[in-house]
């Protein structure tokens, strides 16, 4: 299939939530090939090399490689990785309705990419998944308006916000809850052109779907959310937003696989290990 072909078919795709792909969709990666880590635009099954990465202007180099022959990595490499808690109604339950979206951080240590092992750790007794939409953001954004904070997000992702439960409710912050390494999986691929605010959010354990809903029903918004944070922390290109999870989540064990889905974006797959 041509470029030309490729353009056409997206222009009318429909994936799983019934939206439409727009025909200015762009998917990043990372990957790593031969011993090199590069960014690139994927086209099909062809990736095109980046002398950079996108949200940091990097342009084609004319080095294209098959996605089979590639490892992916997490597109992103943030400096800073914020959350939001509680961010669907099903999610919420019966807590108090948070006038501002309620954010926490995790660590970049947590950020890890497809197909890498969630690691288990020694003492935990109750690790649940929580499928996310990922905002990646594109240039210095300090006490932006809401009305402007798209302009500030280069592009969005999946992402798997890995939670302690034990932990997060009985340590003093989320620290160990939500910031151990390898607790967030992020990828497999930054997309521009989406509707972040009408995309479809699951979750799959061990092929079972245990979480299903649009981003439509985010109490806080997404723009809302990126203007907030803002304000007191100035987001850079690439740091990373997630943005909320809904639904009930449960534990996971050693040896399960945890499948997370973004409509438009593709699935993020990991497997739990010791």
Known sequence: ??????????????????????????????????????????????????????????????VSVALADVQLLAPAEPSKVFAVGYNYDSHRGDRVLPPHPPIFLKLPTTIIGPGADIVYPDGATDVHYEAELVVVIGKTASKVSVEDASDYIFGITAGNDVSERNWQANDLQWFRGKATDTFGPLGPAIVTGLDYKNLLVQSRLNGKVMQSQSTRDHIHDIDAIVSFISQTSTLYPGDVIYTGTPGSTSAMQPGDIIEIEVEGVGVLRNQIAR
């Not at 470029?3 to 762009?26: F, K, W, Y």
């Open 1 to 62: 299939m041509t470029r030309m072909q490729r353009s056409a078919l997206l222009a009318v795709l429909l994936v799983a939530g019934g939206n439409v792909i727009a025909e200015d969709t762009v998917r990043y990666v990372r990957y790593a090939h031969e011993d090199t880590v590069s960014y690139g635009v994927q086209e099909g099954d062809t990736i095109r090399q980046l002398s950079a990465a996108p949200y940091l202007g990097g342009t084609t180099t004319g």
